[in-house]
């Protein structure tokens, strides 16, 4: 039997913005908070060991859905991520800056000394962002056990 389980949520990071104003172009300002509104991993799992394996992480895993990128008009930005433990969420907050080219953005944080880049495309009011290894998990088949990393889709919406 094949046996899934999260072990690490916390090794990437992810962002999102907020804002009220559109420009002259239909692209809503990154200025504001945005709030993480879909997780989907690129397999289904059982983080939760309810029995029913899903590639939505949000429902499957919980705490996610409270994470935000909250974007400032000077380049920078704070990401608070929220990660499921074992009976309660856990707080990350980071401050980072981005680079806006249109509708791409390039947003970097520095945790322990290393600098990590993630890109987003916004498309009106949603960013969106796909991250390569965004997690591990074990899977158990037949008594042996071996991680395998896991993709994921991330997408924040203007709050």
């Known amino acids: 039997m094949k046996k899934i389980m999260i072990l690490a949520a916390a090794a990437v990071f992810s962002f999102g913005c907020s804002g009220n104003d559109d420009n002259a172009s239909g692209t809503t300002s990154i200025d ?4 993480l509104t879909a997780l ?4 289904p799992t ?6 029913v394996a899903t590639t939505d992480l949000i429902a499957e895993a919980g705490c996610f859905d409270q994470t935000t990128l909250v974007f400032a008009s000077n380049n920078t930005f704070v990401y608070n991520l929220m990660m499921p433990g074992t009976t ?13 080219s249109g509708n791409n953005i390039a947003a970097t944080i520095t945790v322990e000394g290393e600098a990590d880049t993630q890109n987003f495309v916004q498309s009106g009011n949603t ?3 796909t991250v390569p290894d965004f997690y591990e998990i074990e899977v158990t088949v037949g008594g042996e056990t071996t991680y395998e990393s896991i993709d994921a889709v991330l997408v924040f919406t203007k709050q």
């Open 88 to 100: 309660t969420c856990f707080p990350f907050t980071a401050n980072g800056t981005y680079v806006a």
């Open 46 to 51: 059982d983080a939760n060991e309810d029995g």
């Open 40 to 43: 989907t991993s690129s397999q």
């Open 127 to 129: 960013l969106t962002a």
């Open 32 to 35: 504001g908070t945005w709030k």
